[in-house]
């Protein structure tokens, strides 16, 4: 039976304009990205909702290959819900490579109310057409909802759902060391730059869990934090963006490391990785550059082979979950993105929509 949600839960996810969506890696880390859900919420079905491009599809394979996924709607800035607090969405994701034509109707008319017209004319048409007609849907079905009346996500959620899971245990160090990979200084710099700071770790039950923090300072060893930090030691990743109306002017800037924390909330994050996108301030140069981006992305991904495999590994998923349903073995597609056949396009910086 689809988890329902009261109203106040359902104005922010319908009117939120970005949301931090989470996802597990191979190694028990997280990566944080920015995605516009542009209010497709649908309390029936129990289902939160947002789209991305074949272009920019790294994040898909991984969705497919680990469909624990969480979104967290943590600022209503230039969105329509007004509702204080931080909330965080966790369910199993379900890529739809093949949109039919009224779901699609529904996307643009979401998306128009948030992010203005879409573009026509045959430059237009032409300039995006891998941005837009190459768009797939991602369905999360939701299994928990986490809300704190409190923005910095101070104190006990509200559950509906599965019981919050206590913090997870500490993680091995990985194979390359725990010590910062990229110039602390610089990435220090470009994160605080920017408005709004999340981090995501694998919590207990193996879904992400994104938590607002609060950057302190910075050492030779990388980036203090405080936070509703769980205590120990574990990979994590960390989103720094900040954005205008309509999404214009999208800057953020995504890492991947490892975090150590206390029990008061305090943490050392060690950088490991460092990407980010600036998106031009002015609307018809941000479609421009996401047009190109896009048309970069699907030539990477040789268009429609990318697109085959990510449709055998939606296939190998669906029945190792029914074979898992049924309770015999099949073999999911879990395992590194080495292991693939091809390598699907890129996403530019983590930080496309």
């Given amino acids: 039976m689809p988890l329902r949600w009261p109203d106040d839960v359902e104005e922010i996810l319908r009117g939120d304009l970005v949301a931090a969506l989470a996802y597990v890696t191979p190694a028990g880390g997280a990566v944080v990205t920015t995605v516009a859900p542009c209010g497709l919420a649908d309390r029936e079905r129990g289902t939160v909702s947002f789209t991305t491009s074949l272009g920019f599809g790294r ?176 990979r994590a990743g960390l989103l720094a963006h900040a954005f205008r109306p309509q999404l214009v002017g999208l800057r953020t800037r995504v890492l991947t490391g490892w975090l150590e924390c206390d029990d008061a909330g305090r943490g050392h994050y060690a950088p490991h990785t460092s990407s980010g996108v600036y998106a031009p301030p002015v609307k018809s140069l941000l479609l421009l550059s996401n047009g190109l981006l896009a048309k970069y992305g699907t030539w990477r991904g040789r268009g429609d082979r990318a697109s085959r495999h990510l449709a055998a590994l939606i296939a190998a998923r669906a029945e190792a979950d029914a074979a898992a349903a049924r309770g015999t073995d099949a073999e999911a597609p879990t395992g590194t993105e080495a292991a693939a056949p091809t390598s699907l396009p890129g996403q530019p910086g983590h930080g496309g929509t």
């Fill in 59 to 234: 994040k898909l394979e991984r969705l497919v290959r680990n469909p624990s996924t969480a979104l967290a709607f943590h600022t209503r800035e230039h969105g329509f819900a007004t509702a204080p607090g931080h909330l965080v969405v966790q369910g199993r994701s379900t890529v739809q490579l093949r949109v039919p034509p009224p779901r699609v109707a529904e996307v643009v008319a979401h998306a128009e109310q948030f992010l203005g017209p879409v573009r026509r004319g045959p430059v237009w048409d032409r300039l995006l057409r891998e941005y837009y007609a190459d768009r797939v849907v991602v369905d999360v079905a939701v299994r928990r909802v986490a809300t704190w009346p409190d923005p910095a996500a101070a104190g006990e959620p509200a559950v509906l759902g599965p019981p919050w899971p206590g913090p997870p245990p500490s993680q091995r160090p990985p194979t390359g060391g725990v010590g910062p990979r990229v110039e602390i200084a610089r990435t220090f710099r470009r994160v605080t730059a920017l408005r709004h700071v999340v981090l995501a770790y694998c919590g207990t039950d193996r879904f992400p869990v994104v938590v607002p923090v609060t950057v302190e300072g910075q050492d030779g060893g990388g980036i203090h934090l405080r936070g509703p930090l769980p205590p120990g030691r574990r």
